[in-house]
């Protein structure tokens, strides 16, 4: 079983951590300026009031929902009452992400970090690498520890290989006709209201030949991903081959998964890390200062 | 840790792991995203050229008579990756076809009797003018960059080639 009490520390200070600079970096009251009338509430979303959505949709109600996430998630991140911190930022978060996918699409970017703040809400991810000092050391057996980063893998795995089954389910063989990548990165080009312009997508027609084994890779890629995360030895081969999947959707079709991709950060074994810093650290330490 | 805590563990577990799961599984058998559940459905669709597609241009005109192009990215950051979609459904006024209306959109509807009676893109004026406002906050008030019209430009590709990808279908202009 991977993880330890460690690892479970540093995902929750990770995946509380980029929620937090997310939220930091955007603009609430600019969400809030936009006309409520265009809201399309979504899934769980339905079960709200629009009188709430009203209330909330200003520049000021979204600045009170933005100052309130921050102080969650601070205190997620650092790991200062974890038992509330984490589920309070689990609810703003899943609200959040809901409000916006009420006025675009069902994106899939920020899910699995949704997700992974479920799990660790219901998990013990306080018990280490947090800025206070416990008062005790609490003894739990591995599992309790290990079993949400296993959760976390499995879901990781579920979202390329369930991808690559709809898409042959869907697309069937079609899916690797020449046209296919090629139509779909130049629509995607078109426009200016995807966050980038890259326009390299124009320049795929003239390989377009050449696409169907590109899109085969990729579609193999997904459906082993699961095996593949389970030895170790193959791992990071499929990382890697992940990061430069997700790079090259954002140049080919501006369309970037930034927070799957930081998702990859549960498979390092942070406790090697740690052992690894300490190990430098104490090198240091007993090195004899040459200037003495 | 005493074996009733845990048994506790184990049980808390194997909900999250159910309550996480099985809707999932829904999802992905019934190809249906049912926020917060989710079916990975991305590009699920093969492209073809021969469909056409129609992509809109989001253009402001300035107090000097420049045109320029207006970033929405950079006017609503916050729907990072869903700006072009939520266009896409206003210009639809998929906000009028919902089961339970906003208020404002069930007054209009009813004023004009109708879905059948809406003009296409109803909304669509209201989220230009949030978007002029938000670019001109931006600017000093004497600067010549500020907009006096914002515009949105529909385009369709639909020669089923790769080429001409820029036939102008549609325009809506709102004065600020």
């Known amino acids: 079983m991977p993880g330890n009490a460690f690892s479970l520390g540093v995902m929750r200070a990770v995946v509380h951590g980029i929620f937090l600079l997310s939220v930091l970096w955007t603009s609430f ?3 809030g300026a936009l006309p409520a009338t265009i809201l399309r509430p979504t899934g769980v979303m339905k079960l709200l009031p629009w009188s709430c959505y009203v209330k909330l949709l200003t520049p000021g109600g979204m600045s009170i929902l933005k100052w309130t996430m921050v102080l969650v998630l601070t205190l997620g991140a650092l ?3 974890t038992s509330v911190s984490t589920k309070l930022s689990f609810l703003l978060v899943l609200f959040y992400q809901g409000l916006l996918r009420s006025f675009g699409h069902f994106n899939h970017d920020e899910m699995l970090a949704v997700y992974y703040l479920a799990i660790l809400a219901f998990s013990p991810c306080g018990d280490a690498f947090t800025i206070r000092k416990s008062k005790a050391k609490v003894t739990r057996a591995g599992f309790v520890y290990s079993y949400p980063i296993l959760l976390m893998w ?6 390329y290989f369930s991808s690559a089954l709809i898409k042959l389910r869907v697309g069937g063989l079609k899916y690797l006709s020449p046209d296919n990548l090629p139509s779909l990165a130049i629509y995607h080009s078109l426009d200016n209201l995807h966050d980038t312009s890259f326009r390299l997508a124009f320049w795929l027609p003239e ?6 084994v590109a899109v085969g890779l990729v579609l193999c890629w997904e459906l082993l991903f699961p095996i593949a995360i389970f030895v170790r030895r193959l791992r990071w081969w499929f990382l890697l081959f992940g990061i430069v999947f997700h790079v090259s959707t954002l140049f080919l079709m501006n369309i970037f998964f930034p927070y799957q991709l930081a998702m990859y950060l549960v498979f390092v074994d942070w406790e090697s890390v740690r ?10 330490a007993k090195s004899p200062n040459p200037q003495a | 840790m005493n074996l009733q805590s845990e048994r506790r563990w184990i049980t808390q577990y ?5 309550v996480i799961f099985l809707p999932l599984f829904w999802s992905f058998r019934y190809i249906r995203n049912l926020y917060p559940f989710t079916a990975w459905n991305v590009m699920m669709e093969s492209g073809d050229p021969a469909r056409g597609r129609s992509y809109y241009v989001l253009r402001g005109e300035t107090v000097s008579g420049e045109i320029i192009d207006l970033r ?12 072009w979609t939520m266009v896409n459904a206003t210009v639809d006024n998929q906000a009028f076809k919902l089961t339970s209306l906003h208020p404002d959109n069930l007054a209009l509807l009813n004023q004009v009797g109708g879905l059948q009676n809406l003009p296409p893109a109803a909304r669509i004026p209201d989220l230009l003018e949030a978007w002029g406002k938000l670019y001109n906050d931006k600017q000093s008030t004497t600067s010549p960059q500020r907009l006096k019209a914002v515009r949105l430009d529909m385009y369709r590709w639909e020669s089923g080639r790769y080429s001409d990808y820029d036939k102008l279908q549609e325009s809506w202009r709102k004065e600020l």
């Open chain 1, 154 to 159: 499995l879901l990781m795995s579920w979202a």
């Open chain 1, 275 to 284: 052992r690894y810093c300490q190990k430098r650290m104490d090198a240091l």
């Open chain 1, 79 to 81: 790991g200062i009452l």
């Open chain 1, 29 to 31: 009251s600019a969400l």
């Open chain 2, 14 to 18: 194997a909900i999250l792991t159910l």
């Open chain 2, 72 to 83: 929405a990215a950079k006017l609503t950051n916050a729907l990072y990756a869903r700006n």
């Open chain 1, 207 to 212: 390989i377009r030949n050449y696409l169907p």
